[in-house]
């Protein structure tokens, strides 16, 4: 799942070389609050007969944690899937195939955790039931077992990998110590070993109660009986007592670039990535922009070091933006007998250009254009715009998604040329230098 918000809008294209005339997809989202605190967004839509996405997101995730608890919000994912005092072991996934349901899932981020799946409109009740029973009545079955899963988990997708460790070795020291996002969402080994009943159940009487919760409904229903039926089971849900703890921490100012280089048996490849904003700030958008003039197979890392220089056989960047902070990050893999240096060099020439020449206004719309066209495609699956709706609300809020069209369009060359300028600067990089180990020569037999 992606772990940045995705902003959805549609352009009316008029030409590549045109300047688009902006239409807002505006999103018709009904919101109601229940008396215990919970939120609906409700997305009434026709266009996909007798279906309904439906899920509920706890604005929870490993921002929230704190050393000694990494990886928790990701622990109660695995744990409310072991049933409730009605429901047993295994069969939620059972109990929704058998009533047409598909796509049954949930992720955990570093801001939010969300669970989801895809059902018959005529199964909004029982949705509603089974869901307000996993949030009012979960067990946590099997926890130390599970305990040792999620451990395995991260053995396998982390530390198994020719690179894993690496990559969140680098990740922790480019947010550094002071940040909330100073850790894996999987959490860390020794924490994930040393999880106990009790201080887990405190975590969970903070984070997965009615007042920070969001149930999100999108497809074909009739919002008044939908109220009606979510009312009837999510009031049930006792609100907490705890308050909710201060906003994540945001990372100390960089002062100086920081390095890793890396030597093993994966390919040679680069990481670059610099220190920006969150969601929701201004030069978001122009971040977001700029990242499309590079990418893609027209843009110009690709036309520039790919096909170009022919130094790398993969080049992109990367604009994150999470709830407290944010990073721009140019990532690109060796090719042939081209070295790290050779791509870094590359990039600090491309972005060069970039700080010193405004991008042509014509490749400004066209990438404009192409980043419209990509976020409305979203739209078209429920549960898709059901996803968006839980990023947004979590980050920002979910108006955001309507808000966001005309910040995108107002974007401009001499934006993109003063955000280039104004975050690109070398105390504020970190370089991840990936080299392929030099293999000893066979003995002549």
Same mark, same amino acid.
């Given at each position: 799942?992606?772990?940045?918000? &995705?902003?959805?809008?549609?352009?009316?294209?008029?030409?590549?070389?045109?300047?688009?005339?902006?239409?807002?997809?505006?999103?018709?989202?009904?919101?109601?609050?229940?008396?215990?605190?919970?939120?609906?967004?409700?997305?009434?839509?026709?266009?996909?007969?007798?279906?309904?996405?439906?899920?509920?997101?706890?604005?929870?995730?490993?921002?929230?944690?704190?050393?000694?608890? +990494?990886?928790?919000?990701?622990?109660?994912?695995?744990?409310?899937?072991?049933?409730?005092?009605?429901?047993?072991?295994?069969?939620?996934?059972?109990?929704?195939?058998?009533?047409?349901?598909? &796509?049954?899932?949930?992720?955990?981020?570093?801001?939010?955790?969300?669970?989801?799946?895809?059902?018959?409109?005529?199964?909004?009740?029982?949705?509603?039931?089974?869901?307000?029973?996993?949030?009012?009545?979960?067990?946590?079955?099997?926890?130390?077992?599970?305990?040792?899963?999620?451990?395995?988990?991260?053995?396998?997708?982390?530390?198994?990998?020719?690179?894993?460790?690496?990559?969140?070795?680098?990740?922790?020291?480019?947010?550094?110590?002071?940040?909330?996002?100073?850790?894996?969402?999987?959490?860390?080994?020794?924490?994930?070993?040393?999880?106990?009943?009790?201080?887990?159940?405190?975590?969970?009487?903070?984070?997965?109660?009615?007042?920070?919760?969001?149930?999100?409904?999108?497809?074909?229903?009739?919002?008044?009986?939908?109220?009606?039926?979510?009312?009837?089971?999510?009031?049930?849900?006792?609100?907490?007592?705890?308050?909710?703890?201060?906003?994540? +921490?945001?990372?100390?100012?960089?002062?100086?670039?920081?390095?890793?280089?890396?030597?093993?048996?994966?390919?040679?490849?680069?990481?670059?990535?610099?220190?920006?904003?969150?969601?929701?700030?201004?030069?978001?958008?122009?971040?977001?922009?700029?990242?499309?003039?590079?990418?893609?197979?027209?843009?110009?890392?690709?036309?520039?070091?790919?096909?170009?220089?022919?130094?790398?056989?993969?080049?992109?960047?990367?604009?994150?933006?999470?709830?407290?902070?944010?990073?721009?990050?140019?990532?690109?893999?060796?090719?042939?007998?081209?070295?790290?240096?050779?791509?870094?060099?590359?990039?600090?020439?491309?972005?060069?250009?970039?700080?010193?020449?405004?991008?042509?206004?014509?490749?400004?719309?066209?990438?404009?254009?192409?980043?419209?066209?990509?976020?409305?495609?979203?739209?078209?699956?429920?549960?898709?715009?059901?996803?968006?709706?839980?990023?947004?609300?979590?980050?920002?809020?979910?108006?955001?998604?309507?808000? &966001?069209?005309?910040?995108?369009?107002?974007?401009?060359?001499?934006?993109?040329?003063?955000?280039?300028?104004?975050?690109?600067?070398?105390?504020?990089?970190?370089?991840? &230098?990936?080299?392929?180990?030099?293999?000893?020569?066979?003995? +002549?037999?």
């Amino acid at each position: 799942m992606q772990r940045s918000l &995705s902003i959805l809008f549609v352009v009316l294209l008029l030409g590549c070389g045109a300047v688009p005339s902006a239409r807002a997809q505006q999103v018709a989202v009904e919101e109601f609050t229940l008396t215990n605190g919970m939120r609906f967004l409700l997305v009434p839509r026709r266009d996909q007969p007798n279906v309904i996405s439906a899920g509920w997101v706890a604005k929870v995730g490993s921002a929230n944690e704190s050393p000694g608890l +990494t990886g928790l919000s990701h622990f109660f994912e695995h744990l409310m899937f072991k049933g409730t005092d009605t429901i047993g072991k295994g069969e939620f996934d059972q109990i929704y195939t058998q009533a047409g349901g598909s &796509s049954l899932n949930a992720f955990t981020s570093e801001d939010l955790t969300c669970y989801f799946c895809t059902v018959p409109a005529n199964k909004l009740e029982l949705w509603a039931w089974l869901e307000s029973d996993r949030l009012r009545n979960s067990v946590f079955r099997e926890f130390y077992t599970e305990r040792d899963v999620v451990r395995e988990e991260r053995r396998l997708r982390t530390e198994s990998t020719p690179t894993g460790r690496l990559q969140e070795q680098f990740d922790t020291l480019f947010w550094g110590a002071s940040s909330c996002y100073a850790w894996p969402v999987i959490g860390w080994p020794s924490d994930i070993q040393s999880y106990t009943l009790a201080p887990a159940q405190a975590y969970w009487n903070i984070y997965y109660r009615p007042g920070n919760l969001v149930g999100i409904v999108v497809g074909d229903f009739d919002p008044a009986q939908a109220k009606r039926l979510l009312a009837a089971y999510f009031a049930r849900l006792v609100p907490g007592t705890p308050p909710l703890p201060p906003a994540g +921490t945001h990372p100390m100012a960089q002062l100086a670039e920081q390095r890793l280089h890396a030597v093993g048996d994966f390919p040679s490849a680069l990481e670059i990535r610099y220190h920006t904003v969150p969601a929701g700030h201004a030069d978001s958008y122009a971040l977001d922009v700029l990242a499309e003039v590079l990418n893609e197979r027209t843009g110009r890392l690709y036309t520039g070091l790919v096909e170009g220089r022919k130094i790398a056989t993969r080049a992109r960047t990367t604009a994150e933006t999470r709830k407290f902070a944010g990073y721009f990050a140019f990532e690109a893999e060796t090719q042939g007998e081209a070295t790290p240096e050779m791509l870094e060099k590359a990039w600090y020439e491309e972005l060069a250009t970039l700080q010193q020449q405004a991008v042509p206004e014509r490749e400004l719309r066209k990438v404009q254009n192409r980043l419209a066209a990509g976020n409305y495609r979203r739209l078209e699956s429920n549960l898709s715009l059901l996803v968006q709706l839980a990023f947004a609300e979590a980050q920002l809020r979910w108006q955001e998604i309507n808000d &966001s069209p005309k910040k995108y369009a107002a974007v401009t060359a001499g934006d993109l040329q003063r955000v280039a300028r104004l975050y690109f600067a070398p105390a504020q990089r970190n370089v991840a &230098s990936y080299r392929r180990e030099a293999k000893p020569p066979a003995p +002549t037999p």
